[in-house]
Nanobody
């Protein structure tokens, strides 16, 4: 049974940093591109960051580029999202995803597995 479990969300003030983690089990972790998505109240879920199987290639949404960093530790089956300079508009439920992918491609379209999410609230 595949499980993706996110952690690290919370309520913080604007301008601070926060790091999310996602621990995976039940799958061959390094066969999957891993991604972070978020869904704000009343909005559709959007992809914000994706990392290739090895971690060498990353993609970011324009809204988070330069502020967020996605990384992975394949030895620990864990995905991270370092979020800096947080803004109130970053408030959302953040989801971890796993997408079967060929090597070296940071492509998170057609997600195979989802986590249940961790909430992030940024106060102004």
């Amino acid at each position: 049974q595949v499980q993706l479990v996110e952690s690290g969300g919370g309520l913080v003030q604007a301008g601070v940093s926060l790091t999310l983690s996602c621990t995976a089990s039940g799958l061959t972790y390094d066969r999957y591109a891993m991604g972070w998505f978020r869904q704000a109240p009343g909005k559709e879920r959007e992809e914000i960051a994706c990392v290739s199987r090895s971690g060498a290639t990353t993609n970011y949404a324009d809204s988070v580029k330069g502020r967020f960093t996605i990384s992975r530790d394949n030895a620990k089956n864990t995905l991270y999202l370092q979020m800096n300079s947080l803004k109130p508009e970053d408030t959302a439920m953040y989801y971890c995803s796993a997408t079967w992918a060929i090597p070296s491609v940071a492509r998170c379209v057609g997600v195979n597995y989802w986590g249940k999410g961790t909430p992030v609230t940024i106060s102004s």
